[in-house]
């Protein structure tokens, strides 16, 4: 039975070359956002964007909610991946770094499809709930503070329709998760995240060890 093969450098240049479709409009914006401090750790790999456009595809999802917007990278991919008639809410704590990414969303052309909420993102869920009530959105896409992942998904699901997805970003946190010296909030809550997600009978799940960890969890119908 075949194992996990190693991601040596060279085999992901092979997976980008046979995998990855890239175009100028993104890689300008990676390109802008890894020149900012600690930019280029901070945003979705290309690949990442990419499988996100994909799972929208595949959800059918009209209704995406996105918790740590950043540069908007991982919004744009989204937002294009949308059908007629879809939408992407977007959450950050400053507009700082999502005003970087509204020129490129302009540029593409899905600026409209994209609304952008200023904030603790725990408020900001809270205030969703409220006026939108639960299982509006189809897919969630968590990338935010780590300290806080276990509150955003217990907010997050229930605002989940059932048979929707919630995909979580870092959830191998730098391969921390595995070192018992690693005691620090962030990875903490993500070993937290991550148990909680395996005995949770709520949801199914799928741990990927791509990029830097990614969870898929379907919120059972």
Same mark, same amino acid.
């Given at each position: 039975?075949?194992?996990?093969?190693?991601?040596?450098?060279?085999?992901? #240049?092979?997976?980008?070359?046979?995998?990855?479709?890239?175009?100028?409009?993104?890689?300008?914006?990676?390109?802008?956002?890894?020149?900012?401090?600690?930019?280029?750790?901070?945003?979705?790999?290309?690949?990442?964007?990419?499988?996100?456009?994909?799972?929208?595809?595949?959800?059918?999802?009209?209704?995406?909610?996105?918790?740590?917007?950043?540069?908007?990278?991982?919004?744009?991919?989204?937002?294009?991946?949308?059908?007629?008639?879809?939408?992407?809410?977007?959450?950050?704590?400053?507009? #700082?770094?999502?005003?970087?990414?509204?020129?490129?969303?302009?540029?593409?052309?899905?600026?409209?499809?994209?609304?952008?909420?200023?904030?603790?993102?725990?408020?900001?869920?809270?205030?969703?709930?409220?006026?939108?009530?639960?299982?509006?959105?189809?897919?969630?896409?968590?990338?935010?503070?780590?300290?806080?992942?276990?509150?955003?998904?217990?907010?997050?699901?229930?605002?989940?329709?059932?048979?929707?997805?919630?995909?979580?970003?870092?959830?191998?946190?730098?391969? #921390?998760?595995?070192?018992?010296?690693?005691?620090?909030?962030?990875?903490?809550?993500?070993?937290?995240?991550?148990?909680?997600?395996?005995?949770?009978?709520?949801?199914?799940?799928?741990?990927?060890?791509?990029?830097?960890?990614?969870?898929?969890?379907?919120? #059972?119908?």
């Amino acid at each position: 039975m075949a194992q996990q093969v190693a991601a040596t450098e060279e085999l992901l #240049r092979y997976v980008r070359e046979v995998s990855l479709r890239d175009d100028p409009l993104l890689a300008e914006l990676r390109r802008e956002t890894a020149e900012l401090p600690a930019g280029e750790a901070m945003q979705v790999m290309a690949e990442e964007g990419q499988l996100l456009a994909l799972l929208v595809g595949l959800t059918g999802a009209r209704s995406v909610l996105e918790i740590g917007t950043f540069t908007g990278y991982s919004t744009l991919c989204l937002a294009r991946a949308l059908p007629p008639g879809g939408s992407v809410v977007t959450c950050d704590i400053t507009d #700082r770094w999502p005003a970087i990414g509204a020129e490129y969303w302009k540029r593409a052309q899905v600026a409209d499809l994209i609304e952008v909420r200023i904030g603790d993102a725990l408020d900001t869920l809270a205030e969703l709930a409220a006026q939108r009530g639960p299982d509006t959105f189809d897919l969630v896409f968590v990338d935010a503070d780590k300290a806080n992942y276990p509150s955003y998904y217990e907010a997050v699901l229930p605002l989940v329709r059932p048979g929707g997805l919630i995909v979580v970003d870092n959830t191998l946190y730098f391969g #921390r998760v595995v070192d018992p010296a690693a005691q620090d909030r962030d990875t903490v809550a993500v070993r937290e995240l991550n148990a909680a997600l395996h005995a949770d009978e709520r949801v199914e799940i799928s741990l990927l060890a791509v990029a830097d960890g990614i969870t898929l969890v379907r919120k #059972r119908p």
